[in-house]
Antibody, heavy 119, light 107 residues
Framework: EVLLVESGGTLVQPGGSLRLSCVAS????????MTWVRQAPGKGLEWVAN????????NYVASVKGRFSISRDDTANSLHLDMTNLRDDDTAMYYC????????????WGRGTLVTVSS | EIVLTQSPATLSLSPGERATLSCRAS??????LAWYQHKPGQAPRLLLY???NRAPGVPARFSGSGSGIDFTLTISSLEPEDSAIYYC??????????FGGGTKVEI
């Protein structure tokens, strides 16, 4: 069974930093592109970033470019999102998801981890 | 960036009725469109990819059609568990892989 479990979400002050993690199981993690998607309170889904299978290609939505960094550790079947200079509008539930193929739809998702940016 | 506009914002129907959800793209996405179901407190679920291909385990009452800029998700006979928000997503122009704003289905 494919499982994705996110962690690391918490309350953080504006300007602060945070690392989100996602542990994968039930599939060969190193073979798949992975994605972070977020949902702000009362809003829809927003694609945030993705990373290719060997970690050499990373892409970001414009609003987080230069502040967020996606990475992966295939030895630990883990995906990470390092977030810096956090803003109020980064407040959201953050979901980790597996892409079916490069730049494809996401066929498995975690239940999310909540990031709240507030003073 | 391709903008996806979903309509209606909310759809209120009864069990057994047919639901028709629309997704319109600001420019052609060919057939590179997916649909997701999202219930509160749960992980989003892939329903259809590349317009009309059902993901494993998705019931046959979910179907998709369209190409270019206009797409439709149809739920042929609503079940109570189909209450959710439904999102479309394009994958022809990236980054970002944009989502529509969602349609809430109330049963």
């Amino acid at each position: 069974e494919v499982l994705l479990v996110e962690s690391g979400g918490t309350l953080v002050q504006p300007g602060g930093s945070l690392r989100l993690s996602c542990v994968a199981s039930g599939f060969t993690f190193s073979n798949f592109w992975m994605t972070w998607v977020r949902q702000a309170p009362g809003k829809g889904l927003e694609w945030v970033a993705n990373i290719n299978a060997d970690g050499s290609e990373k892409n970001y939505v414009a609003s987080v470019k230069g502040r967020f960094s996606i990475s992966r550790d295939d030895t630990a079947n883990s995906l990470h999102l390092d977030m810096t200079n956090l803003r109020d509008d980064d407040t959201a539930m953050y979901y980790c998801a597996r892409e079916r193929a490069a730049y494809d739809s996401s066929d498995y998702w975690g239940r999310g981890t909540l990031v709240t940016v507030s003073s | 960036e391709i903008v996806l506009t979903q309509s209606p914002a909310t759809l209120s129907l009864s069990p057994g009725e047919r639901a028709t959800l629309s997704c319109r793209a600001s420019q052609s996405v060919n057939t590179y469109l997916a649909w997701y179901q999202h219930k509160p407190g749960q992980a989003p679920r892939l329903l259809l990819y590349d317009v009309s291909n059902r993901a494993p385990g998705v019931p046959a009452r979910f179907s998709g059609s369209g190409s270019g800029i206009d797409f439709t998700l149809t739920i042929s006979s609503l079940e109570p568990e189909d209450s959710a928000i439904y999102y479309c997503q394009q994958r022809i122009d990236w980054p970002p892989l944009t989502f529509g704003g969602g349609t809430k289905v109330e049963i």
